[in-house]
């Protein structure tokens, strides 16, 4: 069992940046490293799309080809959080962005995360 609260997002002007932060609460017994962590977001008539992901270990990243080379997945294990970095970001990026956890390998299928978080809203506009 894991509680994820998102932070971080607002108003910005395309080409900035953002940074997200998603804090973790473990149940007893268990540990914030045997869950994988993704973000994902969910944007004005689309379809729910996993951005990223990194493994318990922060060893193994995926990212969707539309935030590749421009977001960056990271975790601090010891401080239980994971955060996601936002640059040279586009109207397009508009979405609200979820933390989600899931105990087992990580996926890019955003019905398989068991856990999320409430959302934090990313709007990008001049």
């Known amino acids: 069992q894991v509680q994820l609260v998102e932070s971080g997002g607002g108003l910005v002007q395309p080409g900035g940046s953002l940074r997200l932060s998603c804090a973790a609460s473990?149940?007893?017994?268990?540990?914030?490293?045997?869950?994988?962590m993704g973000w994902i977001r969910h944007g004005p008539g689309k379809e729910r799309e996993v951005v990223a992901t990194?493994?318990?270990?922060?060893?193994?990243?995926y990212y969707a080809d539309s935030v590749k080379s421009r977001f960056t997945i990271s975790r601090d294990n010891a401080k239980n959080t994971v955060y996601l970095q936002m640059n040279s970001l586009k109207p397009e990026d508009t979405a609200v962005y979820y933390c989600?956890?899931?105990?087992?390998?990580?996926?890019?299928?955003?019905?398989?995360?068991?856990?999320w978080g409430q959302g934090t809203q990313v709007t990008v506009s001049s």
């Open positions: 473990v149940a007893s017994g268990d540990t914030f490293r045997s869950y994988a």
């Open positions: 989600a956890a899931r105990f087992g390998p990580t996926t890019e299928v955003p019905n398989k995360y068991d856990y």
């Open positions: 990194i493994t318990w270990s922060g060893g193994s990243t």
